[in-house]
């Protein structure tokens, strides 16, 4: 089973980054797909999820209207696109991929927003 994010580095304030999180080893489309984030000194959160089907997603409110998530069941990958990046997204972004009772996480790609 593997988990692995790409994607991440640095940005400028109110750029745009497109994050993928590609899996293997497991039925990606049984699975429903979230992205968390950890920054430094806090506790990791959530900041998004799709279902299985793709179909249905949720958003953070801090996310909501800059972030959209997708998927491509095809080809086992999410893509969640971020929008109107602030200094307060730098964290480590992490996928999930979770299908009770198995749960499944990647190793984290960074995202850094700075001039």
């Known amino acids: 089973v593997q988990l692995v994010e790409s994607g991440g580095g640095l940005v400028q304030p109110g750029g745009s980054l497109r994050l993928s999180c590609t899996a293997s080893?497991?039925?990606?489309?049984?699975?429903?797909m979230s992205w968390y984030r950890q920054a430094p000194g806090k506790e990791r959160e959530l900041v998004a999820a799709i279902n299985s089907a793709g179909g249905s997603t949720n958003y953070a409110d801090s996310m909501k209207g800059r972030f959209t998530i997708t998927r491509d069941n095809a080809k086992n990958t999410v893509y969640p696109r971020m929008n109107t990046l602030q200094p307060e997204d730098t964290a480590v972004y992490y996928c999930d991929a979770i299908a009770s009772p198995y749960d499944y996480w990647g190793q984290g790609t960074q995202v850094t927003v700075s001039t």
């Open positions: 080893g497991f039925t990606f489309s049984s699975y429903a």
